[in-house]
């Protein structure tokens, strides 16, 4: 389960994030990779709707999510068991060998379902592995007390690749069609793979790289199924991160419907209009950023598992009064609110699940995280609608809510968790 160190940094503690040039090698990696991302989404679903009926571009989009969801786990074990780093890199080669092949294709000829379905295939079968290998990478390359700050980094790269990355494909598009769009997201995700070459990665602490086995015993024969009951063993154990995975999923699947299919109901109902529910997400996605820039500066803020719950619960309330606001201006407002205390909530999640986690299981605990966000979560987005068709926006998110907020008294409950603490 090793990676290969270039070369392997002491296990002091790191400098601060924001000033750490192996850091920031990272972060332009990632931020490059995403906003990659954000391009290819716009080249797919346009390129899409071009060769087909908007029923089949719905498919095209929908397909990468199977594979994600299916694989995940299984990705958690192939990063512990070759390393985040390496992984990473594969996997940003892979996708971008993926994103560039159809680009060149669509230049030669015409837009067609097959191709870009089996381009969402690889890209969801890559994300299964892609994923839990970068929330393991963040602890190999800089100490347990900069992983809040790295965290809230890693947030304003998120909200930096959404706000630019429909822009920039969309003129992609405008300038030369879906193939002009491929290329340019097959570009962008190619600038991460140098940068990533060039992080350094701290290498394990013996008794994490052993995995578990006692000293002087020579290790058991190793398969993806033992490393996968392990990881889930692990993690069930666990005094933080088993209660935190209950809040997460809680929280999550009380978040995602209303915040998505929930908003644009609500302000149609409303009369809001398409531009009304563009300034409530904008809103929403200002408190988020800000959230990231408070870790980003801060860097570590004191009780953040009590934090953490408290923020759930008063972010869910937020949710709920959302639905009863009349007034597009208020809603922004409340939005802003939701945005500041899922992002804090969030971030402080992240951090405590890269902390509390042992190195040698992260690859395994970020698959479960990313399972229950990217897998289970999304779930709740057409049963909210018809809900919402059923009893009506209010009662749709109070509901909503109260199981959002049940994820916060969860945490509050768990003695372990209340008290966990990020390192200094």
Known sequence: MS??????????????????????????????SILGDNVYYIALSWAAVRAGTPSQAGLVMAVSAVPRALLMLGGGVVADRFGPRRVVIGSDAVRCA???????????????????????????????????????????????GQLARVQGMRGLAIRFANVVGAPLGGLGVALGGSAAAFGLAGLLIAVSVPLLVSVRMRALPASDARDGEGPGE?????????????????????????????????GDLGFVGPLNVGLTLLADQRGWGASGMGWVLAGFGTGAGAAALLLTVRGRLPHAGWLLSVAIIAGSAAIGALAYVPHVA???????????????????????????????????????????????????????????????????????????????????????????????
């Open 3 to 32: 990676d290969t160190l270039t070369p392997a940094a002491p296990l002091t503690e790191a400098r601060p994030a924001h000033r750490d040039g192996n850091v920031l090698r990272w972060l332009a990696a990632y931020t490059a």
């Open 98 to 144: 993926a994103v560039l092949a159809v680009a060149a294709l669509l230049f030669t000829a015409g837009p067609g379902l097959w191709p870009l379905a089996l381009l969402a295939l690889v890209f969801g079968t890559v994300d299964a592995v892609f994923m839990p290998a970068v929330g393991a990478l963040p602890p190999r390359i800089t100490g347990h």
């Open 330 to 424: 208020v809603a922004v407002g409340v939005a802003v609110l939701v945005g500041l205390l899922a992002g804090l909530s969030g971030a402080l999640c992240g951090a405590l699940l890269q902390t509390q986690a042992e190195p040698a299981y992260l690859g395994r605990v970020s698959s479960v995280a990313g399972i229950v966000s990217l897998g289970i979560a999304p779930l709740s987005m057409p049963v909210s609608a018809a809900a919402i068709g059923a009893w009506g926006t209010g009662p749709v998110f109070v509901a909503s809510a109260a199981l959002c907020g049940f994820g916060g008294v969860f945490a509050l409950c768990s003695r372990a968790l209340r008290r966990a603490e990020l390192p200094r």
């Open 218 to 250: 020579p290790p058991a024969p190793r398969t993806a199924w033992r490393d996968l009951g392990d990881g889930l063993r692990y993690i069930r154990r666990h005094r933080v991160l088993a209660p935190l995975m209950v809040a997460i999923a809680l």
